[in-house]
């Protein structure tokens, strides 16, 4: 059984706990932690953001409000971060140096050298580190990699995305319409199709961008 620890319970937990329930037998949520006690033990009604409703609340498991407490843990096999951005480095590392294996929600960080210390702790751990890119995994867009990659409709030459929402209000503290915390729609929105399509296509030779 993979024994996860949840830091951060606010909108994107919602997309993570109904995963890991459909995965009962093989993966349970021991800790969940969060600054907001209501929602680290449950007792809050959950965020709903743009992908889905609030997450779940009758889950039997350990309740902290400092994510140093969660990693002391011996519990906890596996970090689930789903915070803020600006935070996703320092969780992250703290986690890898405690030996927890670490999935954590995208975009990785702010900025390279966030990036970097994070893969470096990573190397260091020799744990598992994973960004939760969701979008290589959805039905539609592992039917289009195929597609691409058997060639059964020919050579692909070109493509067009488009990624459109509303202003995501439901974040804790405004934080997603902070550009300091969030990179913006660029960094935290856009970062989807700039994964997706290195993962369709590889790495690209050159890039063009105009803002």
């Given at each position: 059984m993979i024994r996860i620890g949840m830091v951060g319970m606010g909108g994107i937990s919602g997309a993570h706990l109904p995963a890991y329930e459909k995965l009962a037998d093989i993966a349970q949520v021991v800790a969940r932690c969060d600054k907001i006690p209501e929602r680290a033990d449950g007792t809050a009604k959950g965020v709903a953001i743009n992908i889905g409703g609030p997450a779940a609340t009758a889950l039997q498991a350990t309740a902290y409000t400092d994510y140093r407490e969660l990693l002391a843990d011996p519990e906890v096999d596996v970090v689930d971060i789903c915070l803020p951005t600006d935070l996703h480095a320092e969780v992250a590392i703290a986690a890898l140096q405690a030996g927890k294996h670490v999935l954590c929600e995208k975009p990785m960080a702010l900025n390279v050298a966030q990036c970097d210390r994070m893969i470096a702790a990573a190397q260091a751990s020799g744990s598992i580190f994973m960004?939760?890119?969701?979008?290589?995994?959805?039905?539609?867009y592992v039917y289009?990699?195929?597609?691409?990659?058997?060639?059964?409709?020919?050579?692909?030459?070109?493509?067009?995305f488009s990624r459109l929402?509303?202003?995501?209000?439901?974040?804790?503290?405004?934080?997603?319409?902070?550009?300091?915390?969030?990179?913006?729609?660029?960094?935290?929105?856009?970062?989807?199709?700039?994964?997706?399509?290195?993962?369709?296509?590889?790495?690209?030779?050159?890039?063009?961008?105009?803002?």
């Open positions: 960004i939760a890119q969701c979008i290589r995994f959805w039905p539609a289009l990699k195929e597609l691409v990659d058997s060639g059964k409709y020919g050579k692909l030459t070109s493509a067009q929402s509303g202003p995501p209000i439901w974040a804790s503290e405004n934080w997603l319409l902070t550009p300091e915390r969030s990179g913006g729609s660029l960094l935290d929105l856009h970062i989807h199709d700039t994964d997706y399509l290195s993962f369709l296509l590889g790495t690209p030779t050159s890039v063009s961008t105009r803002g």
